[in-house]
Each structure stands twice: as structure tokens, then as C-alpha cells.
């Protein structure tokens, strides 16, 4: 089974984490239950993810990315199958001053 994550928008502060799960057709498995997740942050700290069903075979919860950095997630499945993600949250860039 493969999994997918994305964090929308990835940047620092308020995040969405959405996984999703996909079966060998292509399309979301509908026959994963309680999903588990731990965020590790760039400073190496460790923060368990509730996920909420979105629909079967997606999850979602919101995090907080505190800084910028490499990111890691690992999910796993009820039986224990683990993947890990890696996503980088960029610095915020300075505009131009005005004057």
C-alpha cells in the first residue's frame, strides 16, 4: 500500500498535514483504521499527530511547524507498516524596503 503526505501551505506557524493511503488500484483505501503519526521537528523534538478521517483511506490534523527546517513524519497503519516523510519548511523571505 502507498502512502502520500502533504502540508499545506509549509511554511512556519499553522499547518494542515493531510496523509493519504492508496491501495494497489490507484485509488484511497478504504480499509485503513487508525493511522498514527509522530512529527519530528528540525531541533530533533518528537510530538505525536492525532489524524481525523477525512474520507476513507485520508486523514488529516492540524500541526504547528514552529521553524524553519527539515521536517520528518513517520505514519503507520494499524498493522504497524511505517513510512517516513521528509518536507522542508523554507525560511520566510524579506520583501524589499520601501522608502
Known amino acids: 500500500m502507498a502512502r502520500a503526505a502533504a ?13 493519504s493511503f492508496i491501495n494497489g488500484v490507484g485509488v484511497l483505501a478504504s ?4 493511522p498514527s ?16 478521517p477525512l474520507s476513507p483511506g485520508s486523514f488529516v490534523s492540524p500541526v504547528s511547524l514552529p521553524t524553519a527546517g527539515v521536517y520528518r513524519l513517520a505514519v503507520s497503519d494499524a498493522g ?14 524579506r520583501g524589499p524596503k520601501g522608502g
Open 31 to 34: 480499509d485503513v483504521d487508525a
Open 37 to 52: 503519526a509522530v512529527l519530528r521537528q528540525p531541533d530533533g523534538a518528537e510530538q505525536p499527530v492525532e489524524l481525523q
Open 7 to 19: 502540508v499545506p501551505p509549509t511554511a512556519p506557524g499553522p499547518n494542515q498535514l493531510q496523509v
Open 80 to 93: 504497524g507498516d511505517a513510512t517516513t516523510f521528509r518536507f522542508q519548511v523554507p525560511r520566510k523571505v
